[in-house]
């Protein structure tokens, strides 16, 4: 029984151990929100990076989510970790990062259009509600955390597929884990999102994910290897 609530416990660390970043970044997102809705300026600032959004369409996403899910925590990890050396760890780790985030980031993107079909595009509690649900509950544990968990548990392994990753046992050690930081960090964020038009969610997205990329690089690294 100690292996596995050990395995909850990185979970739970990592949660801890960005709860005040994660703080900071929701109440920068509440500050736009806020922004949003009282500062005419500001609205137009964002209805600006909608309507490239609007232009430019997966494109837009894949290529923000490369920069917040890929170059950013690089970059921090080179300036913060490595005082400012780059090694050959940071290209494979681009080399990595680039592809997988960049898809994923085009996949929240459609996920959030779809959400804006079924359940509206309108800052009301009827709406909004149902998409937060939806995201945590069935989107992250269902397709977003496995997929991430398998991704960089294949790049952790050196290419190697996870053994028994269609497994019950498999989703409660690896994946579920994940969900902890993933909650404590997201669903105040989602919640935040979807009270804004679907066409600015994503140009705010990106900058959440940045974050959540460097808590989940974090988990991965400190996660034992199955043998």
Same mark, same amino acid.
């Given at each position: 029984?100690?292996?596995?609530?050990?395995?909850?416990?990185?979970?739970?660390?990592? =949660?801890?151990?960005? #709860? %005040?970043?994660? !703080?900071?970044?929701?109440?920068?997102? /509440?500050?736009? $929100?806020?922004?949003?809705?009282?500062?005419? =300026?500001?609205?137009? #600032? %964002?209805?600006? !990076?909608?309507?490239?959004?609007?232009? /430019?369409?997966? $494109?837009?996403?894949?290529?923000?989510?490369?920069?917040?899910?890929?170059?950013?925590?690089? !970059?921090?990890?080179?300036?913060?970790?490595?005082?400012?050396?780059?090694?050959?760890?940071?290209?494979?780790?681009?080399?990595?990062?680039?592809?997988?985030?960049?898809?994923?980031?085009?996949?929240?993107?459609?996920?959030?259009?779809?959400?804006?079909?079924?359940?509206?595009?309108?800052?009301?509690?009827?709406?909004?509600?149902?998409?937060?649900?939806?995201?945590?509950?069935?989107?992250?544990?269902?397709?977003?955390?496995?997929?991430?968990?398998?991704?960089?548990?294949?790049?952790?392994?050196?290419?190697?597929?996870?053994?028994?990753?269609?497994?019950?046992?498999?989703?409660?050690?690896?994946?579920?884990?994940?969900?902890?930081?993933?909650?404590?960090?997201?669903?105040?964020?989602?919640?935040?999102?979807?009270?804004?038009?679907?066409?600015?969610?994503?140009?705010?997205?990106?900058?959440?994910?940045?974050?959540?990329?460097?808590?989940?690089?974090?988990?991965?690294?400190?996660?034992?290897?199955?043998?």
């Amino acid at each position: 029984m100690e292996v596995p609530r050990n395995k909850w416990l990185v979970g739970w660390r990592a =949660a801890k151990a960005n #709860l %005040l970043p994660g !703080l900071i970044l929701q109440a920068l997102m /509440l500050a736009v $929100l806020l922004a949003y809705y009282f500062s005419p =300026a500001f609205k137009e #600032l %964002l209805q600006i !990076l909608a309507e490239k959004k609007a232009r /430019l369409g997966f $494109l837009y996403s894949g290529v923000s989510g490369v920069v917040a899910g890929s170059f950013i925590p690089e !970059l921090m990890r080179v300036l913060v970790f490595q005082k400012g050396r780059v090694n050959s760890s940071n290209w494979r780790n681009l080399m990595f990062t680039t592809p997988f985030w960049g898809y994923m980031s085009m996949q929240v993107d459609f996920f959030y259009r779809l959400q804006a079909q079924w359940f509206g595009d309108e800052a009301t509690l009827a709406a909004v509600i149902p998409q937060v649900l939806v995201d945590q509950f069935v989107y992250t544990p269902f397709v977003a955390a496995p997929l991430t968990v398998w991704a960089y548990e294949w790049r952790n392994s050196g290419g190697n597929w996870p053994a028994g990753w269609w497994k019950p046992s498999y989703y409660m050690d690896r994946i579920a884990p994940t969900l902890l930081a993933n909650w404590v960090v997201w669903i105040p964020v989602v919640s935040i999102l979807y009270t804004l038009p679907e066409t600015v969610q994503i140009p705010l997205f990106v900058f959440a994910l940045a974050l959540w990329v460097m808590i989940f690089t974090w988990m991965s690294e400190e996660r034992p290897t199955t043998g």
